[in-house]
């Protein structure tokens, strides 16, 4: 076990290019060559909540709103199926419209199409969970941001951390496979912090965790903020693949908006997974998280085609199962 002092040695000190090699090397052995990919699609970008970070924060006025009908989201999702992806991941705000009859239609439609589906829609309640889990849904995926409870409070002001928490135990319970992370770079976030970001998820045993630079947004509070760099987000993530050495690690679409090598950086210090957009049309420049996000202006065969490349170029291939944490098969529907 690798406690708290190596793990701030770990982020601060030492040259960055042999940890990545560290990573790198208990990625291959543990995890292999395989990069599993996943279609996300962005599906509403309504929600209630304020964060001070997120560019769809319900306090951004310029935000243009939309909401995918049940239709186009079950379109997308069988689109992607057909382009071979074997995981679908649907994300949206904080949006209730998605209630649990429509959510669980949609879990069971899409669960046809032979994939594993991933939820990753924020805050609901233990009857919620239980009703998308026997619907067929497979995976959940939520961010805890930070471990700092005052700093949570502070940048998500509508929220409690201790719900949070919670809601990530409730989704283990049910036998999701459980997927969390961070951000880094936060204003205020210490590298202590980030330690124990890392010792909560080893704690909790996730089996995927992602993790990002936060980058500042011009419509919202932290506009004039700071912003995390690559080099720690990558630090971080490598120290979390030595820690946990067989879960699933995300190279994550922030850290390629701010490197166009990002992602295959990430693939090379610890990762093992990517997560191509497969949203149609004008909605991904509209599910603005924060500024500069890639593939704004791309259509999900462009994605995949380009994420392809990059993976082979590196002499890596591409999964060709479902990728669940240690082989865990998707609920049969
Ligand atoms: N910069 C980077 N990441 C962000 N997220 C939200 N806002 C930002 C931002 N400004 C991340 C959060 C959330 C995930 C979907 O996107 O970690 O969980
Ligand atoms: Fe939507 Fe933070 S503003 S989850």
Redesign the pocket.
């Known amino acids: 076990m690798i406690n708290k002092k190596e793990i701030l040695n770990l982020l601060t000190a030492g040259d960055e290019k042999s940890l990545f090699k560290m990573a790198d090397d208990v990625r291959r052995q543990y995890v292999g060559d395989e990069v599993h990919l996943r279609g996300l699609i962005e599906f509403s970008n309504i929600?209630?909540?304020?964060?001070l970070?997120?560019?769809?924060?319900?306090g951004?006025a310029k935000a243009v709103r939309y909401r995918m009908s049940e239709e186009e989201l079950i379109k997308t999702a069988q689109n992607a199926a057909n382009m071979g992806f074997k995981t679908i991941v649907m994300q949206s705000?904080?949006d209730l419209y998605y209630d649990t009859s429509r959510m669980c239609r949609i879990i069971e439609t899409i669960k046809k199409f032979d994939v594993a589906v991933t939820l990753s829609i924020?805050e609901r309640t233990y009857a919620e969970y239980k009703a998308f889990r026997n619907a067929g849904a497979d995976r959940y995926l939520m961010r805890i941001e930070t471990t700092d409870k005052d700093l949570y409070h502070k940048l998500?002001p509508l929220?409690s951390w201790d719900r949070r928490y919670e809601c990530l135990m409730m989704i283990k319970e049910l036998g999701y496979e459980l997927g969390s992370g961070i951000m880094v770079g936060l204003p205020g976030q210490t590298i202590e912090s980030i330690a124990d970001d890392l010792l909560f998820l080893q704690k909790i045993g996730i089996d995927m965790a992602g993790i990002g630079p936060f980058i500042p947004h011009q419509e919202t509070p932290l506009k004039n903020e700071k912003g995390g760099t690559l080099s720690l987000a990558l630090r971080t993530m490598s120290v979390m693949r030595l820690m946990m050495k067989d879960i699933n690690i995300p190279a994550t679409t922030a850290m390629e908006s701010l490197h166009p090598m990002g992602r295959i950086m990430a693939l090379q210090a610890g990762a093992n997974v990517v997560m191509p957009n497969v949203t149609e049309g004008e909605y991904r420049k509209f599910y603005e998280?924060y500024p500069g996000k890639i593939c704004v202006d791309e259509k999900p065969l462009q994605c995949r085609t380009c994420i392809g490349m990059k993976i082979e170029s590196i002499g890596r291939k591409i999964g060709q199962g479902y990728g669940g944490h240690n082989g865990k098969m998707p609920i049969k529907k």
């Open positions: 929600c209630r909540n304020n964060c970070y997120c560019g769809i924060r319900k951004n705000g904080e924020g998500d929220m998280l």
